[in-house]
């Protein structure tokens, strides 16, 4: 089969999954070569089968609100491969979810966990479930009401979800206590638990730092660090705040931060005292960008434009670029820009920000680009270390779980150099990653048989 035939393929059946389609036709670009090195892979269909979910449980999640007033949203588990480890990935409770988003959050998870090394298949789950404007009770009750049915397909050596837009450490408590009562058992049967009840130390900071250390680890290979240049990173969540942290910690100048209504830019660069305000802000206030700028001298608010063909935060003059606030919020104008104007970085720190046409455009214009399932693994890394913890009924210090994480991100770079370079790509991390995921998947499937 030709490359196209393999995307016919699937397109003709998830032909309404716009997302999922998007994430299959990116990987397909890299592996295609591998699929036509290895015979036994294309005689198996390791690539159809690849692209299935092993199961896709879809169920409906009903709970009362404040008023009495019932209420009905969708859950959803995508339970996507399990080749190489129980499936591991995280919940989802925003408007937006679908299967078609789940899918694709699903199928990234897989190749970005075989890069970890450790022994995690890939699923994602979640509901169209909206926090915001919700109080506290209404929230308990939602999480109750979802890990009701969740309960019974998820277990710590079967499926081990964790935290993702929408679910924070409140969510996880409540879904742990949730699975607790139901079980009466107390598993690590979810990561991202609080410090004290099977969590781990440096879970919370894990994609974050670990972003900083991939990119770190990128810069040397040209004989460069982070210290002193200038960072452009968006999004104001879990994954920007520790982003930004790394970043001012290795001394770099990370200058903007962004909610869905616009961004700020800081030229001064973002103190770590700015940044505390910022955490308290979104975490605790569940404030708006916007009062950052309000806040402090010199720095300045720029509203964005949804329908615009291109977001302004990315035209500004900038070393090194961490997305980390959603899918394709970089788009092929966008990346002109940021070639334009000098970008020498970009590693993505949410899920498939870039779009396809992007990725092109920063690949073409020399960018050291690193995609999502590569640079963000930190996170989904550290989770499996805390499911390793809850195994040996150990905790591990700080520094322990620190230096485990920069080993791991180390070792991900190594191996998506030692791919790319196989393959004719040397320097190439987006191809290296999808290959090195990609194997380590289809082995295990091949070893395994037709199952």
Request: hydrophobic share 35%.
């Given at each position: 089969?030709?490359?196209?035939?393999?995307?016919?393929?699937?397109?003709?059946?998830?032909?309404?999954?716009?997302?999922?389609?998007?994430?299959?036709?990116?990987?397909?670009?890299?592996?295609?070569?591998?699929?036509?090195?290895?015979?036994?892979?294309?005689?198996?269909k390791?690539?159809?089968?690849?692209?299935?979910?092993?199961?896709?449980?879809?169920?409906?999640?009903?709970?009362?609100?404040?008023?009495?007033?019932?209420?009905?949203?969708?859950?959803?588990?995508?339970?996507?491969?399990?080749?190489?480890?129980?499936?591991?990935?995280?919940?989802?409770?925003?408007?937006?979810?679908?299967?078609?988003?789940?899918?694709?959050?699903?199928?990234?998870?897989?190749?970005?966990?075989?890069?970890t090394?450790?022994?995690?298949?890939?699923?994602?789950?979640?509901?169209?479930?909206?926090?915001?404007?919700?109080?506290?009770?209404?929230?308990m009750?939602?999480?109750?009401?979802?890990?009701?049915?969740?309960?019974?397909?998820?277990d710590?050596?079967?499926?081990?979800?964790?935290?993702?837009?929408?679910?924070?450490?409140?969510?996880?408590?409540?879904?742990?206590?949730a699975?607790?009562?139901?079980?009466?058992?107390?598993?690590?049967?979810?990561t991202?638990?609080?410090?004290?009840?099977?969590?781990?130390?440096?879970?919370?900071?894990?994609?974050?730092?670990?972003?900083?250390?991939?990119?770190?680890?990128?810069?040397?290979?040209?004989?460069?660090?982070?210290?002193?240049?200038?960072?452009l990173?968006?999004?104001?969540?879990?994954?920007?705040?520790?982003?930004?942290?790394?970043i001012?910690?290795?001394?770099?100048?990370?200058?903007?931060?962004?909610?869905?209504?616009?961004?700020?830019?800081?030229?001064?660069?973002?103190?770590?005292?700015?940044?505390?305000?910022?955490?308290?802000?979104?975490n605790?206030?569940?404030?708006?960008?916007?009062?950052?700028?309000?806040?402090?001298?010199?720095?300045?608010?720029?509203?964005?434009?949804?329908?615009?063909?291109?977001?302004?935060?990315?035209?500004?003059?900038?070393?090194?670029?961490?997305?980390?606030?959603?899918?394709?919020?970089?788009?092929?104008?966008?990346?002109?820009?940021l070639?334009?104007?000098?970008?020498?970085?970009?590693?993505?720190?949410?899920?498939?920000?870039?779009?396809?046409?992007?990725?092109?455009?920063?690949?073409?214009?020399?960018?050291m680009?690193?995609?999502?399932?590569?640079?963000?693994?930190?996170?989904?890394?550290?989770?499996?270390?805390?499911?390793?913890?809850?195994?040996?009924?150990?905790?591990?210090?700080?520094e322990?779980?620190?230096?485990?994480?920069?080993?791991?991100?180390?070792?991900?770079?190594?191996?998506?150099?030692?791919?790319?370079?196989?393959?004719?790509?040397?320097?190439?991390?987006?191809?290296?990653?999808?290959?090195?995921?990609?194997?380590?998947?289809?082995?295990?499937?091949?070893?395994?048989?037709?199952?």
């Open positions: 089969m030709t490359q196209l035939d393999y995307l016919n393929y699937v397109t003709s059946r998830n032909s309404n999954e716009p997302e999922f389609l998007q994430a299959v036709d990116e990987v397909l670009q890299s592996i295609y070569p591998a699929l036509e090195r290895n015979a036994e892979f294309r005689r198996l390791i690539f159809e089968r690849i692209t299935e979910p092993e199961r896709l449980i879809t169920f409906r999640v009903t709970w009362l609100d404040d008023k009495g007033e019932t209420q009905v949203n969708r859950g959803y588990r995508v339970q996507m491969n399990s080749a190489i480890g129980p499936y591991k990935g995280g919940l989802r409770f925003h408007p937006t979810v679908t299967p078609s988003v789940l899918k694709f959050l699903a199928f990234e998870q897989t190749f970005k966990n075989a890069l090394g450790i022994p995690m298949g890939g699923g994602k789950g979640g509901s169209d479930f909206d926090p915001k404007g919700k109080s506290e009770n209404e929230i009750k939602f999480c109750q009401a979802f890990m009701g049915e969740l309960a019974r397909h998820i710590n050596r079967t499926d081990v979800p964790a935290g993702d837009i929408g679910v924070g450490g409140r969510e996880i408590g409540y879904l742990y206590g699975y607790k009562k139901i079980k009466n058992e107390f598993t690590g049967v979810l991202g638990k609080g410090i004290g009840w099977g969590g781990s130390l440096i879970r919370t900071e894990a994609t974050g730092y670990g972003i900083i250390y991939f990119a770190e680890n990128m810069l040397r290979t040209k004989g460069l660090a982070l210290k002193g240049k200038i960072c990173v968006s999004g104001s969540g879990n994954v920007a705040q520790y982003t930004l942290e790394k001012i910690q290795l001394g770099g100048r990370a200058v903007t931060a962004s909610d869905s209504s616009g961004y700020i830019y800081d030229e001064a660069g973002i103190s770590q005292e700015r940044l505390e305000f910022l955490k308290d802000l979104k605790n206030k569940r404030g708006r960008i916007k009062e950052y700028a309000d806040k402090f001298k010199g720095v300045t608010y720029h509203a964005i434009d949804a329908k615009a063909d291109s977001n302004p935060l990315w035209n500004i003059p900038a070393d090194c670029v961490f997305p980390c606030a959603t899918q394709n919020e970089i788009n092929k104008k966008d990346a002109s820009n070639v334009k104007n000098g970008v020498k970085l970009l590693a993505e720190g949410a899920n498939m920000p870039t779009t396809i046409e992007g990725i092109n455009v920063l690949l073409e214009g020399g960018v680009y690193a995609p999502g399932k590569a640079s963000n693994a930190g996170g989904v890394a550290t989770s499996g270390l805390e499911m390793t913890q809850n195994y040996m009924g150990q905790n591990w210090t700080r322990e779980v620190d230096e485990k994480l920069k080993a791991i991100m180390k070792g991900i770079h190594e191996t998506c150099l030692a791919a790319a370079k196989e393959y004719g790509h040397e320097g190439n991390y987006m191809v290296g990653a999808n290959i090195a995921g990609f194997l380590k998947v289809a082995k295990a499937m091949q070893a395994q048989g037709v199952i």
